[in-house]
């Protein structure tokens, strides 16, 4: 049996999470810590009390998820010492969940990935202040027929989920005519999201040239895990190739659906939701009903780890 830990991206914060945790679990007190001392202000306490309009800020947000989600990882680690979490054959991240799938696998050390993570959040978000956007969900129609759309609205198909869900991303004005064209093709809804930006399209351009500097600046090292990269949904084995990515994932879509899809097909039958939420485990079940999913997001799932069924 083949096991892949898969972690959260932005828009699975809320306020309280990762308390009982950092209650609970020595491993996960010393994550909060880590990530307090590298960013250098109490993350841990905005994650723990709000408010919930600043744990919401992209700046704040991406961190807080990276933080809670490794937390969860090492605090299932301590509890079940070793027998009750299985290897992963690979590990991947939604979105901003890969840099905490980094942080798994070694590639980055854990201050390193929390340090990143919100330098992305700043310049994400200041780079959406330059060139307004917004990202909308499109349920119910299928990727060729949102490609058209997308083609007659300068939009992007920012996320490829699942089947029959998929986010668009772009200029706002052209995110309402999007939305439009989807609905009179057959989408059965669109829903904007509350993001600051245009993510994952060249609107991001300019967070793209800030991350490069600061990505030069810092160690990075090879996988001892392969981890699925968002853009390609194939996995990276070196240095070079996480550092490309970490860049081309901002302006590309997120190949959620393909990577899922890769994992399947190299024998994973069982994906491991670890962080806050369960949005990746329905995500996975509509790709491929015949696989498991397990969720490890609070302090309750981390106290009943049980070794997984091998059989």
């Keep these: 049996m083949k096991v892949a830990h898969i972690f959260p991206g932005q828009g699975s914060q809320k306020v309280g999470m990762g308390r009982a945790l950092y209650d609970n679990f020595a491993s996960a007190k010393a994550a909060f810590e880590q990530a307090d001392e590298a960013l250098g202000f109490p993350l841990s306490r905005l994650c723990f009390e709000g408010p919930e309009d600043e744990l919401r800020q992209t700046i704040n947000a991406q961190p807080a998820l990276v933080t809670v989600s490794y937390a969860c990882l090492k605090a299932a680690y301590e509890v079940s010492g070793g027998n009750g979490l299985p290897p992963p054959a690979f590990v991947a991240g939604h979105s901003l969940g890969e ?65 029959g869900q998929l986010v668009i991303s772009g200029a706002k004005e052209n995110l309402a005519k999007a939305a439009g064209l989807a609905e009179a093709r057959g989408a059965q809804r669109t829903i904007p999201l509350p993001v600051s930006g245009a993510f994952h399209t060249p609107l991001m351009q300019s967070a793209v040239d800030g991350m490069s500097e600061i990505i030069a600046t810092l160690p990075f090292h090879e996988p001892v895990i392969p981890v699925i990269a968002n853009t390609t949904a194939q996995p990276m084995t070196n240095a070079e190739q996480v550092k490309a990515e970490l860049l081309r994932q901002l302006c590309n879509g997120v190949q959620w659906q393909r990577s899922i899809e890769y994992m399947v097909n190299d024998g994973v039958s069982t994906f491991i939701e670890i962080g806050p939420g369960e949005v990746l485990s329905g995500l996975v079940r509509r790709i491929n009903k015949n696989v498991r999913t397990l969720n490890i997001g609070d302090a309750e799932a981390i106290k009943s780890i049980r070794t997984v069924d091998q059989g």
């Design 99 to 163: 840099y905490t799938a980094l942080a798994a696998a070694r590639a980055l050390d854990f201050s390193t990935a929390v340090y990143l993570a919100r330098e992305r959040g700043r310049l994400m978000y200041e780079a959406g202040l330059r060139k307004p956007g917004g990202m909308v969900a499109i349920i119910g129609l299928d990727e060729a027929s949102l490609a058209e759309v997308c083609g007659q609205t300068d939009t992007r198909i920012a996320n490829i989920n699942c089947p």
